[in-house]
């Protein structure tokens, strides 16, 4: 997403807009990157910029139409392959055919994920088995897999997508939430170990963003489009998400944390748990007033 010009604050938008370019440009060329949940949604744009970027691109995913489609988007640059991120034998199946097939693997976007809404209590056994089998099991079994052959190989950059709800609490998201926060505990619990072996380590806790990760949610009955509705915050486009992500990877941080918003209930919730659980508790009250409707 380029920015407007027109106002000094655009011109800057549009220095930063440039030098974020750049840096990608030259993060990503010639790289080879494995991308999971790459069907739809955020993977799939993240192998749509890389690709942009001059790299090439692993995209897997348990949709292998959505991988087909894809692939026909891209051309040769993107190499598809269905993989269940549940399955320790799969991924490291996928991990070693990429380092056998391409002699390296440079960076990994674990960004397989799905949502389950409602109050914990009102949720099902088998959603709840099931997100935690692939947001954090799943995403662990991919780390693991990576890390042994980038660690064997002394260079990579493992990049997990997590939530800005890895930081915060999320209520009527609490599976969701103990599933991000668990990736973004991994995440700063590995980078110290890897850092003096060669591989880097980054978690990015992005806000809302416009994909379709709600319409394919468990919201405990709640339309996906009314779930969207009830978001507080502007939706952000997922071009410009990746950008965001593709960035900070290419920087090096640790955390990469979008937009403002985030950042806001990251830091109430680090200054003032209790303000966060009196805000959390009206926001639940609030929600069950909507669900009964009028009397």
Known sequence: MRPKS????????????????????????????????????????????????????????????????????????????KLDVRDAGSVADVVESVYSVEGTLDFVFN??????????????????????????????????????RMVASGKGHIVNIASMWG???????????????????????????????GV???????????TGLFAAAELGGMDPSEAVERIPFRLMAVEEAVRQVLDGVARGKLLVIFPYYVRIIWWIQRLSPKLMFWIGRAMVRRLRKRARGPR
């Open 6 to 81: 027109g106002s000094g604050i655009d011109v800057r938008s549009r220095v930063r807009y440039q030098l974020g370019m750049g840096r990608a440009q030259q993060a990503y060329t010639d790289r080879i990157a494995l991308v999971t949940g790459a069907a739809s949604g955020m993977g799939a744009e993240l192998c749509r910029q890389l690709v942009s970027h001059g790299a090439r691109v692993v995209a897997t995913d348990i949709d292998e139409t959505g991988l087909t489609r894809l692939a026909g988007e891209l051309g040769p640059a993107v190499r598809t392959c």
């Open 111 to 148: 960004n397989a994920g799905i949502a389950v809404g409602g109050e914990l209590h009102e949720c099902r056994a088998d959603s709840l088995e099931r997100i935690i089998a692939i947001n954090l099991t799943g995403a662990t079994l991919v780390m693991h897999a990576c890390l042994r």
């Open 167 to 197: 930081l915060a609490p999320a209520v009527v998201q609490s599976a969701y939430a103990a599933t991000k926060h668990g990736l973004v505990g991994m995440s700063l619990s590995v980078a110290p170990e890897a850092a003096d072996l």
């Open 200 to 210: 880097r380590l980054t978690a990015v806790c992005p806000g809302y963003i416009r």
